[in-house]
């Protein structure tokens, strides 16, 4: 497969959501919102993270954005544009055309993410020939191709491969290649390396980036890894219970964090502390999306909490120009 | 020099597979060569990517495999000459934390039977006697007392993995060894328990040997840290001597890998660890890391370096560290 040029680069939107929410029915007839009124766009050629713990609603928001939400689970309010066009309104039949073609996805287990009893290599086939109308056959030469091209040692070979024969990083190639077979203008990584080693981690993502330039692509990338975020990301999204609390270009959100949960997140790492003495902490634990309460999902748990906090949700407004926080005691120092 | 509490002698262990029913079982070396020696009070990491041995290492130190060769010393007496009764002592001193928190408690058990029971297996507490010692350990790991009825699952991972240290603790263990406690927990919730640790290690004098592939989690807890690859530790050190300055490219190569943050990519294009970790059933020749190493040279490929001294208590298995390191 050849890579087309690169498309022009604009910093137009090439992905803008706007006012997500994601509800699931929840006991006695209520909904329990794993995403609220969440807004967030990407640019074109454009990295943006979502960092968030479990529960906070990222892989929900990129389930969203793919249009593969699992019932019960349902968008109840928003819009996702991506190049103009409204994704909530295309009909299935014209989602299908878009998805792994213009939008593709790279999981977060490659074990469970490809078949086990079909060959690698017949799986990017089936890839290549879902979007492109060629011959079996020049769709089976370009899977070798492309395995090639996400650095698997002896593609030819390995095209015949079950997954269960290829490692950890192997197999998140594979699905990298079967990602990028129709060249998407769009990745959505969600956590594509946490279930990998370090060193093999380091290596998807140089592997990543590369086909990031090389296709010209933008990249959403879901992690709860503030090292990844750092070195790959132009801007970041906190997310705590299901909104984004925190929106800024990375380097600022690591040098100035402006929200509570941001800062008491940074300060917990241990790469931060004194070798050998307690890390300060976040009390508490993730409080579930649950929106009944009325304020600040992070309150409970914020050490500069104050009245306002507990009856009114802080909006996420900019605090200088591109760095966005929701909180009534904000900007901190 | 300060009473070892644990030490190991060329700990090896060897495991049969078998690639078909039909075909002749192969011998692997999951480990072999493992010296390690630990005082009362001390913190070992043991650092590695997956298949290097050292979950396997963390079997054999508590009883859970046999070593194939080797022998381990627990406070000054071989454990493979213990009595049933010693036996039985040595298993009540060492006591592990596990890595995932939904699969090593019992659903089925209330949280006050989970960490109560070592306590009845040793025979160290009964009735209320238990039910007292029980709320006590769950207060020194953080949990409430109207907690005890309560079953696994209406807890979340960082609560169970604090059940789990409790009943690592209830029949008052030398050494816990945590194996990877952390990795299955989000990021605000490991500082809590990397805090807990602390604590407890402060409050009960604790050694441990803290297994995990997060080098900034072996940083912030453990004093030693030997560095595994492919069942062979390849570096040995005091903690902050092998972050300040690596002598073995493995080592080198981990900490490159780590995502900093201060955003500056500590390695040029190209510098990341190119390759897969071999498997260990065709292991490579001579040096076990040379296929990946950036500073391979001929003899790395026929000789493989043996773990040795190179000052400063320091040790590397590489036959050129002086050369790349100085």
Redesign the interface.
Known sequence: MTIPASCPNRAEKLLDVRRLSVSFPAADNREFHAVHQLSFHINNRETVAIVG??GCGKSVTAFSIMRLLQKPGRISDGEIFFNGEDLLLLAERDMRALRGAAISMVFQEPMTALNPVLKTGFQVTEAILQHQSISRKDAAAEAVDLLAQVGIPSPAERYHSYPHQL????KQRAMIAMALASSPKLLIADEPTTAL???????I??LIDDLKQKIGMSLLLIT?????V??RADRTIIMYAGSAVESAP??QI?ERPQHPYTR???A??????I????????GG??TAADRTGSGCPFAGRCPFAIDICTHHPPQLIEITPGHAAACWRAPFP | MTELLLETRNLRKMFAVSASPFSRAKQITAAEGINISLAAGETLGIAGESGCGKSTVAKMLMGLLPPTSGEIIFCGRQVSTFTAKEQSNFRGSVQMIFQDPFSSLNPRMRVGEIIGEPLLIHRTATGKDLEARVLQLMEQVGLAPEQYARYPHQFSGGQRQRIGIARALAVNPKLLIADEPLSALDISIQAQIINLLIELRKKRGLTYILISHDLSVIRHLSDKTAVMYLGRIVEEGATADIFASPLHPYTEALLAAIPGLSGKRCRAPGKVLQGDIPSPLAPPSGCHFHPRCPYKRELCATQSPVLEDKGENRKAACHFSREIFS
């Open positions: 713990e479990s490692s950890g990083g192997m080693d370090v060193t093999i981690q380091a290596q993502l140089e709860h890894n503030l090292g990844i750092a070195e990375t380097r690591i008491a997140l940074l917990s790492l241990p790469q931060y502390g070798p050998g003495e307690p890390l300060p902490v976040v634990t993730v």
